[in-house]
């Protein structure tokens, strides 16, 4: 599909982006990522777990613990109000290295 390191180097955004509609579950966020890329985005536990404790650890998102009718508890994850402030910011500073991109390789074709 994609590069590891150009998925690596967004999951957090996505992570963030995806709680900010609501609160989920790690493998739930991993299979969201898959579902709204149409399984071209395909992150793997050992992206998404460490990506979930950085941005825990700097507070943007936080986990709670859900009992379940079948089956284990879950540990799900919401995102802070730092958080959808990391997000705004995060998206603004996606947007505009897109759109540098886009000059850059537009430019190689002429």
Not at 18 to 36: A, I, P
Not at 62 to 88: D, F, H, N, S, V
Request: hydrophobic fraction near 30%; aromatic fraction near 10%; charged fraction near 30%.
């Amino acid at each position: 599909m994609f590069n590891r390191e150009l998925v690596k180097g967004s999951t957090s955004l996505v992570v963030l982006q995806l709680l900010n509609e609501r609160d989920m579950y790690g493998y739930e966020l991993s299979k969201e990522f898959g579902r709204r890329s149409e399984q071209l985005l395909q992150v793997k536990e050992g992206t998404l777990y460490p990506a979930l404790h950085k941005l825990e650890k700097q507070a943007y998102i936080e986990c709670y613990w859900q009992e379940q009718e079948k089956g284990p508890a879950r540990k799900y994850y919401k995102i802070t109000e730092a958080g959808r402030e990391m997000l705004t910011e995060k998206t603004s500073e996606w947007q505009k290295f897109v759109s540098v991109m886009n000059k850059v390789l537009r430019e190689n074709k002429t």
